[in-house]
């Protein structure tokens, strides 16, 4: 069989600066005052730039992934990095790369997902992260910055980071929510993903009709704030809103398995389809395929390229 060649394609670098290592396992039932026993565990290197890095991967893509890691837990993040050969450069910390626990309860297919917080990052430690983004940040390319801040790192961290992807020629899409997202929105931006609760939360409304999902959306893009809006909202379809206009998708029916790393899926079909000259819209439900393929799988899992590529079919035909 002859190797396929990927499409050539602008690059992309993603920035991961609170990472996790994700372990992933299952038991019966989740009961207090019990051991509660275990089935085989999976680790997996998690936190939103670096899923990115692995989608954008398995879709033929490729990126270079930027992350922080520290401690035992760093070590065996980067271990895990290198094993997926995935091109990165690493931010050396002080402090532990922290770890993500996910359970899934068997009896009743409901997952439990633990999410701490992160180690405290010193000023230089941040700032020497912002210094390799800022001399790797490909010129005409695409800059991916997705995920919680962890403490110590300013607010206006992913606005820095716009910043500089401006000053580079870059465009930059943010993966945020709260202060960190308002204020990269601020700085103005190529594409931001919120979900529901995370657009609700920007402008202190619930986003319940499709009406005021649309309103909000379209007043990021109205006001410069960023010149692709894309809401998901999650099983209920998604919305993109662009100078041109607003595109509504329904989500493909899925059985869903796991919705971990849903949202990182999404954004990184989107993001290596534009770097590969395709339409907003055509990356768009490259998105939704992604995200829903990824929720198909179970756990920590993310989507099989298979299944990207047929939904992706589907969405274009209107089939779903
Ligand atoms: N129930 C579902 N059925 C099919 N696809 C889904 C479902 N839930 C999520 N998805 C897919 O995953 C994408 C992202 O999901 P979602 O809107 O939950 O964002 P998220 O970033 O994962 O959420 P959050 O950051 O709030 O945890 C959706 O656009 C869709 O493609
Ligand atoms: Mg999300």
């Not at 602008?10 to 299952?26: F, R």
């Not at 657009?199 to 990021?220: D, I, K, N, P, W």
């Not at 704030?225 to 206009?245: D, I, P, R």
């Amino acid at each position: 069989m002859e190797a396929s060649i990927p499409p050539a394609m602008q690059p992309i670098l993603t920035l991961t600066v609170n990472p996790a290592l994700d372990v992933s396992t299952s038991t019966d039932r989740v009961i207090s005052g019990h051991k509660l026993r275990c089935g085989s565990s999976r680790l997996d290197p998690g936190g939103g730039g670096v899923n990115v890095a692995r989608v954008v991967q398995r879709l033929g893509g490729q990126t270079l992934a930027v992350y922080t890691a520290g401690g035992p837990t760093g070590e065996a993040y980067r271990r895990l990095i290198e094993a997926e050969r995935i091109p990165s450069l690493v931010v050396p910390i002080q402090g532990s790369t922290r770890q993500d626990f996910t359970v899934d309860e068997t009896a009743t297919g409901e997952q439990f997902r633990f999410v701490l917080e992160g180690p405290e990052m010193s000023d230089a430690e941040w700032h020497a992260c912002l210094a390799l983004v800022a001399g790797s940040i490909p010129v005409g390319g695409y800059v991916v910055a997705s995920g919680s801040l962890p403490p110590g790192v300013p607010q206006d961290f992913y606005a820095r980071v716009a910043r500089l992807a401006r000053e580079r020629g870059a465009r930059c899409i943010v993966d945020a929510s709260g202060s960190a997202l308002a204020e990269a929105l601020a700085e103005g931006v190529f594409l931001v993903k919120p979900s529901r609760r995370e657009l609700g939360l920007h402008f202190g409304a619930t986003l319940e009709t499709y009406e005021s999902q649309v309103a909000a959306a379209s007043a990021l893009v109205a006001d410069g704030s960023a010149e692709h809006v894309a809401l998901t909202l999650g099983g209920e379809g998604a919305v993109l809103a662009s100078k041109s206009g607003v595109t509504r998708l329904p989500v493909p029916q899925v059985q869903v398995r796991s919705t971990v790393g849903a949202g990182d899926s999404f954004l990184a079909a989107f993001v290596l389809r534009i770097a590969q000259g395709r339409s907003p819209e055509a990356a768009f439900r490259a998105a939704v395929a992604a995200g829903s393929a990824t929720v198909m799988t179970p756990a920590t899992e993310l989507c099989h390229r298979e299944d990207v590529e047929r939904l992706e079919t589907e969405l274009a035909a209107g089939l779903t």
